[in-house]
């Protein structure tokens, strides 16, 4: 997915510890009530909105754990390379889904766009199903159960 967003963010590795320290930093104080960026420099000290704020954490939780960040607005249009990096899924596989009207998309000359919205409506709903299915697998086996029963560990 790296390469597909121009604007994509990656953690310097000469910078990781501080960014671990700042994302630390940054969580230890998400109950205060109001948050300020202060340049000393200039003796200037600016609010920080709360969601602005909580969009600095999440970016640098992300790139303390070394993943590279880009921030799409939702009515961007995607490629269907950048769209199956997204979902990590290959582009074919993502041609099906769009040819299968699973993920809405229109074409500019020849080419599909998919906009981030309709792209995570899909993924939003892929992943409430798995996650549905997943605990009707884990109802059914303790039911049977099978939670409780040896049969599945290697013995040694």
């Keep these: 997915m790296a390469e597909s967003f121009t604007n994509l963010i990656a953690p310097d590795e000469h910078d990781h510890e501080n960014i671990k320290k700042v994302a630390d930093n940054l969580v230890a104080i998400t109950n205060e009530k109001k948050y300020f960026l202060v340049d000393e ?18 970016v640098a939780n992300q790139l303390a754990k070394g993943n590279s960040v880009a921030i799409i607005h939702y009515e ?7 769209a199956a990096d997204l979902l990590r899924v290959s582009r074919p596989y993502l041609i099906k889904l769009l040819e299968n009207g699973q993920i809405r998309y229109h074409k500019v000359g020849s080419h599909r766009r998919i906009r981030m919205r309709d792209l995570m409506d899909y ?13 009707e697998m884990v109802r059914v086996s ?5 939670y409780e029963s040896d049969e599945f560990i290697d013995k040694e």
């Design 76 to 82: 961007e249009e995607l490629t269907t390379q950048q």
């Design 123 to 135: 993924k939003n709903s892929r992943d409430s199903l798995r996650r549905a299915n997943l605990n």
């Design 41 to 58: 420099a200039n003796h200037t000290k600016t609010e920080l909105p709360h969601t602005l704020f909580r969009l600095l954490v999440d």
């Design 142 to 146: 303790e039911a049977l159960g099978l």
